[in-house]
């Protein structure tokens, strides 16, 4: 699948191995979906959305710089439907894009696990956490912090738990 493809090109942390297995573990024709849009420079706030089911991730991001760039989003749903993931990023790895805000928004949701990547410094493959202090997570939303966001991202991962209750 797409993700097994993706992980022999990027170094992974270890939440991002079990979002790769609970992904990698479902009917890939129902239960997940990758699919790719454009991020656009130019400071306009935008918004990209994909779901599953009740279920729906929401990039919202407003950008500056150089040109348009391909980005991906995947999102996935678990066999017993309790678990709900989105990854948004730039397969190239570096954005050269300078992104002024973004959030993400897990729709039916709690999120259970989030976090935010930049392009690291020395030009290799391998995303490196934000710091905590650049963005928040909140029960369905991933959002930057003003002030405190150095603008530089590469990707964006997050999982919830949905309100799927058995019977």
Same mark, same amino acid.
């Not at 191995?17 to 009917?27: E, G, T």
């Not at 029960?139 to 209750?165: E, M, P, W, Y």
């Given at each position: 699948?797409?993700?097994?493809?993706?992980?022999?090109?990027?170094?992974?942390?270890?939440?991002?191995?079990?979002?790769?297995?609970?992904?990698?573990?479902?009917?890939?024709?129902?239960?997940?979906?990758?699919?790719?849009?454009?991020?656009?420079?130019?400071?306009?706030?935008?918004?990209?959305?994909?779901?599953?089911? !009740? /279920?729906?991730?929401?990039?919202?991001? *407003?950008?500056? $710089? %150089?040109?348009?760039?391909?980005? #991906?989003?995947?999102?996935?749903?678990?066999?017993?439907?309790?678990?709900?993931?989105?990854?948004?990023?730039?397969?190239?790895?570096?954005?050269?894009?300078?992104?002024?805000?973004?959030?993400?928004?897990?729709?039916?949701?709690?999120? !259970? /696990?989030?976090?935010?990547?930049?392009? *690291?410094?020395? $030009? %290799?493959?391998?995303?490196?956490? #934000?710091?905590?202090?650049?963005?928040?997570?909140?029960?369905?939303?991933?959002?930057?912090?003003?002030?405190?966001?150095?603008?530089?991202?590469?990707?964006?991962?997050?999982?919830?738990?949905?309100?799927?209750?058995?019977?």
């Amino acid at each position: 699948t797409v993700f097994v493809k993706m992980a022999t090109k990027t170094n992974f942390c270890v939440v991002d191995l079990v979002f790769l297995l609970v992904l990698v573990s479902v009917s890939a024709s129902e239960r997940t979906k990758t699919v790719e849009f454009n991020v656009k420079p130019g400071g306009v706030v935008h918004t990209f959305s994909e779901g599953i089911k !009740e /279920y729906e991730c929401s990039f919202t991001y *407003a950008s500056q $710089g %150089g040109t348009n760039e391909q980005w #991906l989003m995947s999102v996935g749903l678990s066999d017993d439907d309790r678990l709900f993931s989105c990854s948004v990023w730039r397969p190239q790895g570096k954005s050269y894009l300078f992104f002024t805000q973004f959030k993400a928004e897990l729709k039916g949701t709690k999120i !259970e /696990y989030a976090n935010a990547y930049s392009q *690291a410094a020395t $030009g %290799g493959q391998s995303d490196m956490p #934000l710091k905590p202090e650049e963005f928040t997570v909140g029960d369905s939303t991933v959002t930057h912090n003003d002030g405190k966001f150095n603008a530089q991202l590469s990707k964006l991962t997050a999982i919830g738990r949905t309100r799927h209750d058995e019977l």
